[in-house]
């Protein structure tokens, strides 16, 4: 079924357009145009069907499924139920403060923020259609061991006094459950909306990074990167890193990089950590979690983040070898 | 007078639900007050973390989406 995104493209673009096969020009605008075709019509399907199920999977459930589990376990639960709900990070603090006030480890709250951006249905799917499902694969499970491993750090270290003196003091009682319309109709306007609101949110990510991918798939020579970012090149890790700290984007709107970064032969370990501080570390998220946590806290999950991706980075680029 | 307090901070989905219960008890000629409450830490003090919410009289009756008109005409109705 996605290939006919590819005749979609090769028949604007060569076709339509008049465009001659193999330029520059030609394959900057096929890849833009598959992609855009191919990313917005599988974000809106995904999204869709996501919002029909939507009800299961609220902040207040999931703080039910997590409340009074040992510490272990509530990594793994967070985390997991991170990369399933769809979330959005204004949503951030309240859920912050909703698990703190249960009694749920911050390390174990930290690891649910670490993993959400990270790793959603939407970016998976779609990832999986782009790269292929082993290297997704490989991304889903590197995602979820940074996130548990960055709450059982918040906890060793005891990063929960960082966290404002406030949040502590708020008492909420009975959290009251939303009210969601669970007729078919309902579900549907429901998964309509949220596709409205999730895909007016992130568009412009998302054809930026298109764009970018589309320019770097006609423009830049194959052997560019294979010079300056090949895996035997210990600074290209750490440069990937750093360089996704300022930036940043949705998960979707850093696939299409990262599928044109791929074909110019970076090495996986190196792409990965990229797209993941882009992701995760990004500085509109950290203004809305510094409402809860301190700045040195801030500064300290920064680094931790930074340091673990690093890792990866290696452990990743070594193991393609 | 009905007190309606709308919990959420600022975003679109807020502005909505004060306009819904607006539209409602204006056609309904119910007299309301409509504030909006934007800090988290009093949100949450009403039990509510999926924003928009609203709040009647002090008592949460909503919260996680922007009501339809059926349950903004239940909850004025109540009390």
């Not at chain 1, 001659?20 to 020009?25: A, I, P, Q, R, V």
């Not at chain 2, 005409?73 to 009390?79: E, I, M």
Request: with cysteine; charged share 15%.
């Amino acid at each position: 079924m996605l290939e006919s995104f590819t005749w979609l493209a090769s028949w604007l673009t060569y076709d339509v357009f008049g465009i001659e096969t193999g330029t520059k020009l030609g394959n900057s605008i096929h890849f833009f145009i598959e992609d855009t075709s191919k990313i917005f019509f599988l974000l809106t399907l995904i999204i869709f069907v996501m919002g029909l199920f939507r009800s299961i999977l609220s902040p207040e459930k999931i703080r039910t499924y997590i409340e009074g589990k040992p510490k272990t376990v509530s990594y793994f639960l967070a985390v997991s139920l991170g990369a399933v709900t769809p979330f959005c990070s204004c949503s951030s603090v309240p859920l912050f403060i909703g698990f703190v006030e249960a009694g749920i480890p911050v390390g174990a709250t930290m690891a649910f923020l670490i993993a959400s951006p990270m790793i959603n249905e939407v970016a998976v799917v779609i990832l999986g259609t782009v790269i292929g499902w082993e290297l997704t694969l490989i991304y889903i499970i590197t995602g979820l061991l940074v996130g548990m491993f960055g709450g059982w750090a918040t906890d060793y270290f005891k990063m929960d006094r960082y966290v404002e003196d406030y949040v502590w003091k708020i008492k909420t009682g009975q959290v009251i459950q939303p009210t969601y319309d669970t007729t078919l109709i309902g579900r549907i306007l429901f998964a309509w909306g949220e596709v409205k609101e999730i895909v007016g949110r992130i568009w412009t990510y998302v054809f930026l990074g298109i764009a970018i991918g589309a320019a770097l798939h006609g423009y830049v020579p194959t052997g560019f990167f294979a010079e300056y970012a090949s895996a035997d090149n210990w600074f290209a890790v750490p440069l990937a890193v750093v360089s996704g700290i300022p930036l940043y984007s949705n998960a979707t709107g850093v696939i299409p990089v990262v599928e044109a970064l791929l074909g110019k032969g970076v090495p996986i370990g190196t792409v990965i950590v990229l797209m993941m501080s882009v992701v995760a570390i990004s500085i509109p998220e950290f203004v809305i979690l510094r409402k809860v946590i301190r700045i040195q806290g801030l500064v300290y999950f920064a680094s931790f983040l930074a340091i673990a991706f690093i890792f990866v980075g290696y452990l990743f680029n070594a193991l393609a070898m | 007078m009905k007190n309606v307090k709308v919990l959420g901070s600022g975003c679109k989905k807020c502005q909505q639900t004060a306009q819904v219960i607006q539209d409602h008890a204006e056609k309904n000629g119910i007299e309301i007050e409509i504030e909006k409450v934007t800090d988290v830490a009093a949100i949450m003090g009403y039990g509510v973390m999926s924003t928009p919410g609203v709040v009647v009289d002090d008592v949460t009756v909503h919260a996680g989406s922007v009501p339809t008109e059926e349950q903004v005409k239940t909850f004025l109705a109540r009390s």
